[in-house]
């Protein structure tokens, strides 16, 4: 059944929780069809991902610990924006943080929700290129324990396909890049 492009009426907005990295809110609405009920959502300010590619074409990636898995994931290099921050210079910034390398070529991908059905986030994804490796890399944040992980994109696709660790914005993003890697 179709409700049309008629919004739902906000009844009632309340702030639960305001992180640092975001809030939690619950909204009384009124749908088109006039039921109400309320719905949960975490605001997030948004993220920025690199998929960092070597002159041998390799793809760099990062093993991280992630206390909601209580496992380490592979990950592309990412960051949340910040306030008032443009995403392509968030993953300037992240990429050498994380990774050590700075890219002097970028492209962006696209972006894409990350789970609409809970949370507004916005991933804005790129691709780094004519990378340069530093000579003292910036310090990783006080909260990150990351692993350099260097992998060709075929060895990428069959982790992904064999079910290792690797989250949603990663494989997402991979698939965005997939014909600037020569892959079909």
Same mark, same amino acid.
């Given at each position: 059944?179709?409700?049309?492009?008629?919004?739902?009426?906000?009844?009632?907005?309340?702030?639960?929780?305001?992180?640092?990295?975001?809030?939690?809110?619950?909204?009384?609405?009124?749908?088109?069809?006039?039921?109400?009920?309320?719905?949960?959502?975490?605001?997030?300010?948004?993220?920025?991902?690199?998929?960092?590619?070597?002159?041998?074409?390799?793809?760099?990636?990062?093993?991280?610990?992630?206390?909601?898995?209580?496992?380490?994931?592979?990950? /592309?290099? %990412?960051?949340?924006? *910040?306030?008032? +921050?443009? @995403?392509?210079?968030?993953?300037?910034? #992240?990429?050498? $943080?994380?990774?050590?390398?700075?890219?002097?070529?970028?492209?962006?991908?696209?972006?894409?929700?990350?789970?609409?059905?809970?949370?507004?986030?916005?991933?804005?994804? /790129?691709? %780094?290129?004519?990378? *340069?490796?530093? +000579?003292? @890399?910036?310090?990783?944040?006080?909260? #990150?324990?990351? $692993?350099?992980?260097?992998?060709?994109?075929?060895?990428?696709?069959?982790?992904?396909?064999?079910?290792?660790?690797?989250?949603?914005?990663?494989?997402?993003?991979?698939?965005?890049?997939?014909?600037?890697?020569?892959?079909?």
């Amino acid at each position: 059944m179709s409700l049309g492009n008629e919004p739902p009426e906000i009844l009632k907005q309340r702030l639960f929780y305001q992180g640092r990295k975001f809030a939690f809110d619950v909204n009384t609405l009124r749908l088109p069809n006039g039921v109400e009920g309320d719905w949960e959502c975490v605001r997030h300010p948004g993220g920025a991902l690199a998929i960092p590619v070597t002159p041998e074409g390799k793809l760099i990636l990062v093993r991280q610990y992630r206390f909601a898995t209580q496992g380490r994931l592979l990950e /592309f290099p %990412a960051g949340t924006i *910040e306030a008032n +921050e443009n @995403p392509a210079e968030t993953i300037k910034r #992240e990429i050498e $943080e994380e990774t050590g390398y700075r890219a002097h070529r970028w492209q962006k991908l696209g972006e894409f929700f990350l789970a609409p059905g809970y949370s507004d986030e916005i991933i804005y994804a /790129f691709l %780094a290129q004519d990378l *340069e490796r530093l +000579e003292t @890399p910036p310090a990783q944040d006080d909260d #990150e324990d990351i $692993e350099i992980v260097l992998m060709t994109p075929q060895e990428l696709e069959q982790a992904i396909l064999a079910g290792e660790a690797v989250d949603a914005k990663s494989i997402s993003s991979f698939f965005l890049a997939r014909p600037f890697l020569g892959q079909e």
